[in-house]
C-alpha cells in the first residue's frame, strides 16, 4: 500500500495518494491490526506537503500514541506544531524526541531552528554551538549560530560566524542574505547594500539576491534606486508577478493608486500566491483614494482569498486580523490564534504596530499584564539591537540657562495629534524654553506644519532617515527632554527611543499604552488616567495636575455649527451611535450596544464610519444587533471620512468602545453637544474617555459595569432635558474645564517639564 500511494504522488496525484493511506489506517482499524510507523509517517508528510496541518496533527498524533518512541513520527509532530504556531507545544516534542537518540541530529536542529523563531537566541545558540562543535565544516550549522548571536545582540560574534558559513560555502544563498541582513537590522545599511553587490557579483542570477537586494535598498531609504531597478525588470518581463509585486511595495506607501495597479497585476500573475494577496489587501484597506468603501471591500475579499490559499505567516495574521476586525467577522477571528500566542509571535517579530490593534482584544484580567508582557518582549528586543551601535554622545556643554524640549512626531501637521499637540507650540515660554521639532512624515509641509515651524527654535524634518541616524541627530542637539508623540504609528519612529538619545525620555498622546521600552522614562497622565496599579504602566508616571491633554483651536473651532434641536425631537427617536474605529469592536461591545437600543422603544443606532458604505461591514453589524432582537431598519450606515464632525447633529448620544476606548473621537462628540457613555477599566487605554468625561464636567458618564453602562444610556435617553442642556451648552461649558483650557494644559505641561529636568540635574 506504501508502494502505491508513493507511486500515486510521483504521478502527480497526492489526494489520491492521501486517500489510499487513509483507508489502509481504517482497515486496520476495523481489523484491529497495528499500522506500521512507516504508514503514519509518509501520510503526514503527504499532509504537510499539500497544506492540510491540521489534519496532519489528527494522524500523527494517533501514531504517536501507537509508536511513542518513534524518532520520526516525533520530529514531524514538532514541525506540525510549529506551522499550526504553537510553538509551546512543538517544543515540548522536540525535546522529547531528541532524548529519544541523542546522536540524531535532526530533531535537535530542529528544536533549535524554532528556538530561533521564539527568540530565545541564548538557547538556540547552546544547541547549535554543540552541532558547530560536532560537525565545524557544515555552513548551516555555523549560520544558525550565526542567528542565534544576532538575536542576543551580539554582531561581531554573529559576522564571525556568517563569514564562517560563506567560507566553507561561497555560494550559499541562504548565508549571503542573512549576513546582509544582519547588516541591515542593526542599521549598518552602507555595509548592508556592498554586501549584497558582492554576492550578485558572485551570484548575478540569483533570484533570492535580486529580491533581497530591493528589499535592502528600500530598508536603506534608497527607494528611487529599487524603484529604478524594478521598472527596467518589468520592461524586461512584463509578466514578471514577482516585479510588479515588488515594485507595489516600493511605491504604494507614495502613490497608493498605481502602487495597488501593480499589486492587483501581481495577484492575476500569480493567484495563488496568498502573501501578495495579502499586502494587496493591505493596500487596499488603506486607500483612500475613489470609492473608499470599494477599496475597503476589495481588501476584505483579498484576506478571504488569501486564507482559502493556506495558513499565513504571523506578520500577515496580523493584516488579515485587521481587515477580519473591521468587517466584523470575529468568528474568523477566533480561528487566527490566542491572545497570547499571537501577541507574544508580534512581539518577538518587532511588529510593535500589531500590539497597539491587540488592546482592544484584551478580555480577562490577566490579559492587561500579558499584553504588557508582551510591549517588555518588543523593547528588549529593540534595546539590544540599539545597544549594539550607541549614539555618539556630543561635547558637554555648559550648564544652559534655557531648558532644551525635543518633541519627535511625524503627525506634527493636519493631524489629531496635532489637535491636541497645539497648544504647546501657541504657548511656549521662550524665556525658560527652546523647543525642538523632529518629523519623518514623507508628506510635503502643510499650512499646520508651516505654523508649527514658526513657534519653535528648531524644526528637523527627513522623509527618510535611519532609526539610528534619526537618534544621533536627536543627541548633537542636546535636548534635556525627549518627548515622542507617535509611537509605531504610521511614519514614526519609536525605535529612535531605544538609543537614548535624551538623557530623559517620555511618551505622551500618540500611542494608548507603555511602550515597551525601558529607555522611557515617563509617561504623561493625569489623575482620572494614571492606572490605580502601578504595575500596569512600564515608564514612572508624568503627572499632569488636571487634564492630559486640553481642546484646541486646531481641530475644535467654531466652524461646524450645533444644531440646537435635538435629533430626537426632530426624527422622533433617540439614536445612538459611534464614530470610533472598528478596531475597537468586539461581539461584547456590539451586544451592548444592541441590547441599549433595544431597550429604547423605537431607537436607532448610527454607525458614521468609512466602513458604513462597505456590504460586509454592514452585513455584520445587522448581524450582530439583530441577535439582540434590532432590526436591520433601526441601523444607520453613515459613509464618511474627514467630513464626520456634522453628523454628531444627528446623534443623541454616543456609545463609546471598550476596553479600548475613544480619545479623539469623545473630544469630538463633547464638542458638538453629544453625551458619550464610557465605560472605566483598570489600564491606560480603558480609560482615556474617563479622563475627558471628566475634565470636561461629565465625569457621571463614565461607568465601571457593562450594567451600568446600559443602565445610564437608557436612563440619559429619557432624560431629554438633560441631553437639550448639553446640546445647546456643553461647547461652552468645557471652555471653563480643563479639557477646554488650552493655555492652562501648556502652562501645567511646561512647569511639569521643568520641576522634571531641573530634579534631574
Known amino acids: 500500500m506504501l508502494d502505491k500511494a508513493l507511486q500515486r504522488e510521483n504521478a502527480g496525484f497526492p489526494q489520491e495518494a492521501i486517500a489510499l493511506l487513509v483507508d489502509q489506517l481504517k482497515q486496520a ?16 508528510r503527504l499532509l504537510l506537503n499539500t497544506g492540510n496541518v491540521r489534519e496532519a496533527e489528527v494522524y500523527l498524533r494517533d501514531g504517536l500514541k501507537r509508536h511513542p518512541r518513534n524518532l520520526d513520527l516525533g520530529n514531524m509532530m514538532g514541525v506540525t506544531l510549529r506551522r499550526l504556531g504553537r510553538l509551546d507545544e512543538a517544543l515540548q516534542v522536540l525535546d522529547h524526541t531528541a532524548k529519544l537518540d541523542p546522536k540524531n541530529t535532526v530533531p535537535l536542529i530542529n528544536k533549535g531552528n524554532l528556538l530561533l523563531e521564539m527568540k530565545r537566541g541564548a538557547e538556540a545558540a547552546a544547541i547549535f554551538g554543540q552541532l558547530v562543535r560536532l560537525q565545524p565544516k557544515s555552513n548551516d550549522f555555523q549560520r544558525f549560530l550565526g542567528n542565534a548571536y544576532v538575536q542576543m545582540g551580539d554582531l561581531p560574534k554573529a559576522k564571525s560566524r556568517f563569514d564562517m558559513a560563506l567560507r566553507l560555502k561561497p555560494d550559499d544563498v541562504a548565508s ?4 546582509i541582513k544582519a547588516a541591515t537590522d ?24 535580486i529580491e533581497a537586494r530591493i528589499m535592502v535598498l528600500r530598508r536603506a531609504g534608497r527607494f528611487s534606486e529599487a524603484e529604478a531597478l524594478l521598472e527596467a525588470r518589468i520592461e524586461e518581463a512584463p509578466d514578471d508577478a514577482w516585479a510588479h509585486y515588488q515594485y ?13 495597479r501593480h499589486y492587483q497585476r501581481a495577484v492575476e500573475l500569480s493567484p495563488d500566491n496568498a502573501i501578495y494577496w495579502m499586502n494587496y489587501a493591505n493596500s487596499l484597506d488603506r486607500s483612500r483614494y475613489g470609492n473608499e468603501a470599494e477599496h475597503i471591500q476589495a481588501g476584505y475579499d483579498a484576506v478571504l482569498k488569501a486564507l482559502s490559499i493556506g495558513p499565513l505567516p504571523s506578520r500577515f495574521i496580523r493584516m488579515a486580523r485587521n481587515i477580519l476586525v473591521r468587517m466584523g467577522r470575529f468568528d474568523i477571528v477566533e480561528k487566527l490564534g490566542s491572545f497570547k ?16 490593534y491587540h488592546l482592544a482584544r484584551v478580555e480577562l484580567p490577566e490579559d492587561r499584564y500579558e499584553i504588557l508582557e508582551q510591549h517588555r518582549i518588543w523593547g528588549r528586543i529593540e534595546q539590544a539591537k ?11 556643554l555648559e550648564k544652559r540657562s534655557k531648558i532644551r524640549l525635543g518633541i519627535m512626531s511625524s503627525d506634527l501637521r493636519n493631524h489629531p495629534v496635532a489637535y491636541f499637540a497645539m497648544p504647546l507650540f501657541e504657548f511656549i515660554d521662550h524665556s525658560r524654553f527652546e523647543v525642538y521639532c523632529y518629523s519623518w512624515s514623507r508628506y510635503n509641509p502643510d499650512q499646520v506644519q508651516s505654523y508649527i515651524e514658526t513657534r519653535v527654535n528648531q524644526f528637523r524634518w527627513h522623509k527618510a532617515i535611519a532609526d539610528r541616524d534619526a537618534a544621533q541627530l536627536i543627541a548633537n542637539d542636546r535636548v534635556d527632554l525627549l518627548f515622542e508623540l507617535g509611537s509605531s504609528t504610521d511614519m514614526n519612529k519609536l525605535e529612535v527611543m531605544a538609543y537614548k538619545p535624551a538623557p530623559l525620555q517620555a511618551s505622551w498622546l500618540g500611542y494608548p499604552h507603555s511602550a515597551g521600552l525601558e529607555s522611557i522614562d515617563y509617561i504623561l497622565v493625569d489623575p482620572f488616567l494614571n492606572p490605580p496599579d502601578p504595575a500596569l504602566l512600564i515608564e514612572k508616571p508624568f503627572m499632569m495636575p488636571q487634564s492630559w491633554v486640553a481642546m484646541g483651536n486646531l481641530g475644535f473651532n467654531e466652524r461646524e455649527a450645533i444644531n440646537p434641536i435635538l435629533p430626537s425631537q426632530r426624527h422622533g427617536f433617540v439614536t445612538f451611535g459611534t464614530a470610533n474605529n472598528p478596531y475597537k469592536y468586539s461581539p461584547t461591545v456590539l451586544a451592548t ?12 443606532f448610527m454607525f458614521v464610519r468609512p466602513e458604513s458604505g462597505v456590504a460586509a461591514f454592514k452585513d455584520s453589524m445587522i448581524s450582530a444587533f439583530e441577535q439582540q432582537g434590532v432590526a436591520a431598519d433601526r441601523l444607520i450606515f453613515t459613509a464618511v471620512r474627514g467630513q464626520h464632525m456634522r453628523w454628531y447633529n444627528e446623534m443623541d448620544i454616543s456609545l463609546d468602545t471598550f476596553p479600548q476606548t475613544g480619545g479623539t473621537t469623545t473630544c469630538e462628540s463633547m464638542f458638538m453637544g453629544v453625551p458619550v457613555i464610557s465605560l472605566v477599566g483598570p489600564a491606560f487605554f480603558e480609560r482615556l474617555s474617563y479622563s475627558n468625561l471628566s475634565n470636561a464636567g461629565l465625569g457621571d458618564l463614565a461607568c465601571f459595569s457593562i450594567e451600568d453602562y446600559i443602565r445610564k444610556a437608557v436612563h440619559l435617553a429619557g432624560d431629554t432635558e438633560r441631553r437639550k442642556l448639553l446640546r445647546n451648552g456643553l461647547r461652552i461649558d468645557i471652555k471653563d474645564r480643563p479639557l477646554g483650557q488650552p493655555h492652562v494644559f501648556a502652562r501645567d505641561f511646561y512647569d511639569m517639564v521643568e520641576k522634571t529636568v531641573t530634579a534631574h540635574r
Open 386 to 396: 540599539a545597544n549594539l551601535s550607541p549614539v555618539s554622545a556630543p561635547p558637554i
Open 593 to 604: 450596544w444592541a441590547k441599549i437600543t433595544a431597550s429604547v422603544p423605537g431607537a436607532k
Open 176 to 179: 549571503w542574505i542573512d549576513r
Open 341 to 356: 500566542d499571537l501577541g507574544r509571535t508580534w512581539a518577538n517579530e518587532s511588529l510593535h504596530d500589531a500590539l497597539h
Open 29 to 44: 482499524e476495523i481489523k484491529q491490526e497495528l499500522s506500521p510507523a512507516a504508514v503514519y509517517i509518509q501520510l503526514g
Open 186 to 209: 542593526f542599521e549598518q545599511h552602507d555595509e548592508a547594500v556592498e554586501l549584497m553587490e558582492k554576492a550578485l557579483q558572485k551570484l548575478p542570477d540569483n533570484h533570492r539576491l
Open 248 to 260: 507595489a511595495e516600493t511605491i504604494s506607501r507614495f502613490d497608493r493608486e498605481k502602487g495597488n
